[in-house]
């Protein structure tokens, strides 16, 4: 059984436990998520979806968070449907991050929409202000595993980003790209 013909079978369940975890508010569903970081099997998978649709600013249908996924700043978090966020992820959406439908994320991959600023000479970098600047992923997206998507990147729709990337400029639609920084390297 696939994970979206499980998640239309047990759909009803997901639904109560979300109704049911929903009075704990944001703030709870947050600490909650977090004590289910690392929790394994199907269970840890339900339970990570109920507490962060509870928690983040959206959240489609059939969102998987795999164990020792990391994410920051839930509430300025919009993921669409059928998202696949895999094992060692860290995504800090703090300065916004929307995911369309049928995105995939492989394991040890980061999404930042933050960025330091080192324009203030008198105290260092990481004391600086930091910069928030909103990422895009649009729908049909692949992201390939360890890929550094920074802020303010636009990728556009049924794009592939390889292994190792490192995404510091927007990705036109329909292409493959790849490298540090990454480049096109061919239209889909």
């Not at 059928?82 to 994320?105: L, Q, R, T």
């Not at 493959?176 to 920084?181: C, E, I």
Request: glycine residues 10%.
């Amino acid at each position: 059984m696939t994970g979206r013909e499980s998640f239309k079978k047990y759909h009803p369940i997901i639904a109560v436990l979300g109704m049911f975890f929903s009075v704990f508010g944001r703030k709870g569903n947050l600490f909650l998520l977090k004590g289910f970081r690392h929790t394994s099997g199907k269970v840890g998978l339900v339970l990570r979806y109920v507490f962060l649709k509870n928690a983040a600013e959206f959240v489609g249908e059939n969102v998987s968070v795999q164990p020792g996924v990391y994410l920051l700043n839930v509430q300025n978090l919009h993921l669409g449907n059928n998202v696949s966020i895999h094992p060692m992820c860290y995504i800090d959406a703090k300065g916004g991050i929307k995911i369309g439908n049928e995105v995939s994320i492989a394991h040890g991959s980061s999404i930042l929409s933050t960025n330091h600023d080192w324009t203030d000479r008198r105290v260092p970098i990481k004391y600086n202000t930091v910069q928030l600047e909103k990422v895009i992923i649009e729908d049909d997206v692949w992201i390939g595993c360890g890929v550094r998507i920074l802020a303010g990147v636009h990728v556009g729709s049924r794009s592939v980003i390889a292994a190792g990337s490192v995404v510091n400029k927007d990705v036109e639609p329909n292409t493959v790209v790849v490298g540090v920084p990454a480049k096109m390297v061919k239209t889909i």
